[in-house]
């Protein structure tokens, strides 16, 4: 079992609050997790329907069977249930009593914002970072990690990449669609996922996906909150202050799970990833996703975001820390550039706030360029870390 970073914020939030809940992509280990730290609290799941319709029926009897401290899983399956966790938490007056998990990100942050407010920490799990892999002694190329990605129980059971990836698109990505909303043509939407894959680290366009879709710009606006809404994927925000230039103000997209992303593409092994076009922004994504693991490790905010004004100028991700601003450049090549730097160098012009900048590279660590650190990927979570980042 791969130890997993968030672990010591989990244990300091139990001691704080009375409920805390886990939040994240399905089958990223939250239920794993939870039960690695708290092995003696009893555990339920609401994914099984008697136990659902016990909680539906008598929630009072439900938490008297499963008293506190408890586990419960899936708890997005019955958000009424949460206005009795609230007062069973007031009465007990327990750190750490209940320990939730769900997938739904803003519908469930919505109703545990209403129900538990003061009473709950929020904590979201994304898949394993290459820290933690690291760390389990655990070390790939930088095509395996795109191709294999960060699923647990890819490490955990050495299952086939592919056949995980198709039975988790069907099981749950579609699971979660069709739940949410009311998809008429799925092919639709299918292509339309697709399509996303394809755009990895693009800005985000309606009417371009819904050309190519041929369904409404409000459509898919639709289907990417819900995509966003099941940690499928992610949208990194433009970073916008007065510069005197016109600025993007338009979302970058990018996979949770880059290896769902590689599935979708039809890549069948990591020799295909080298060779596909597409490999500078499946490498952005795995990057942009290691910095956002990083942070909501340590149960930060993400503070990430991109630059792009209309001159063309972009930095690829800002961290914004300590009233400070520090640039990030992604590049997928293992040799080194000096134009790499140039947009960073640019940025640090432009921006009173702009710290120290770093490239992330496939290639070797260096001690910098300039006021440049030179960062291998596998590198990515521990500099995010060690903010604000600095030389040497």
Do not use: C
Not at 133 to 151: C, H, N, P, Q, W
Not at 229 to 257: C, D, H, M, W
Not at 297 to 312: E, V
Not at 357 to 374: K, M, S
């Amino acid at each position: 079992m791969i130890k997993r970073k968030i672990q010591a914020e989990l244990a300091l939030l139990a001691e704080q609050y009375p409920v805390v809940t886990i939040t994240g992509p399905r089958q990223s280990g939250k239920t794993t997790l939870a039960r690695m730290q708290f092995p003696d609290y009893h555990y339920v799941n609401l994914e099984e329907p008697e136990t659902r319709q016990l909680a539906e029926k008598d929630a009072k009897e439900f938490l008297k069977r499963y008293p506190a401290p408890v586990i419960i899983d899936e708890i997005q399956r019955l958000p009424m249930l949460l206005s009795y966790i609230q007062v069973e938490s007031d009465r007990g007056k327990r750190k750490g009593a209940f320990i939730l998990t769900g997938s739904h990100q803003p519908e469930l942050r919505a109703q545990v914002a209403q129900s538990l407010a003061g009473r709950t920490a929020i904590l979201q799990l994304l898949p394993l970072s290459i820290a933690e892999l690291t760390d389990a002694g655990v070390s790939l190329d930088r095509d395996e990690y795109i191709f294999k990605g960060f699923m647990p129980k890819l490490y955990d059971e050495k299952l086939d990449v592919t056949r995980y990836y198709r039975n988790y698109y069907t099981t749950y990505v579609e699971r979660d669609a069709r739940q949410l909303i009311n998809i008429r043509n799925f092919s639709a939407f299918e292509t339309f996922i697709k399509l996303l894959a394809g755009r990895v680290g693009q800005l985000v366009n309606f009417s371009s996906l819904a050309n190519d879709v041929g369904v409404s710009a409000g459509t898919i606006a639709e289907w990417i909150s819900v995509l966003e809404a099941s940690y499928i994927v992610f949208r990194l925000p433009p970073y916008f202050e007065n510069f005197g230039k016109r600025q993007t103000k338009s979302p970058k997209l990018y996979f949770t799970e880059v290896g769902l992303a590689a599935y979708l593409l039809e890549l069948k092994n990591p020799s295909m990833v080298a060779r596909d076009p597409l490999l500078g922004g499946l490498f952005e994504n795995m990057v942009v996703l290691e910095a956002l693991k990083a942070r909501y490790n340590q149960g930060k905010d993400a503070n990430l975001y991109f630059f792009r004004d209309s001159n063309g100028m972009e930095v690829d991700l800002l961290l914004s820390a300590n009233r400070m601003l520090y640039p990030m450049e992604i590049k997928a090549a293992r040799t080194w550039s000096n134009d790499f730097s140039k947009a960073l160098d640019q940025f640090r012009k432009l921006s009173p706030k702009a710290g120290a900048g770093a490239v992330i590279y496939a290639g070797d660590a260096g001690q910098g360029i300039g006021e440049n650190q030179l960062i291998n990927f596998a590198d990515v979570s521990r500099t995010i870390d060690g903010e604000p980042l600095s030389r040497g």
